[in-house]
């Protein structure tokens, strides 16, 4: 399921394996990956039921991303930055 989603977004998009992730894509993976989940009942002790939720751990990327102004970075973009990196 979650391979299948990830080829036909692909596809149609005309995206290749080394393109940044969208945020449309992510939503519908976390969709994807809870009903898998669901559907095949996978127990909620198991690494691959974490693995399926910490999907969910993708939509920080895209809310963390520093705000590119014409001169750079803003002070709150690079903050954020920081703690990225440091966390």
């Not at 391979?3 to 894509?25: H, I, N």
């Not at 691959?48 to 102004?69: A, N």
């Amino acid at each position: 399921m979650v391979e299948d989603l990830a080829l036909s977004y692909m596809e149609a998009k005309g995206l290749r394996e080394d393109d940044l992730l969208t945020v449309e894509f992510v939503e519908e993976l976390i969709e994807t990956a809870k009903g898998t989940a669901d559907a095949y009942k996978v127990h909620q002790m198991s690494a691959l039921y974490g693995w399926f939720q910490s999907r969910v751990m993708m939509r920080k990327f895209f809310q963390d991303q520093p705000k590119v102004t014409s001169e750079g970075y803003d002070l709150e973009g690079l903050r954020n930055s920081l703690r990225a990196i440091l966390d």
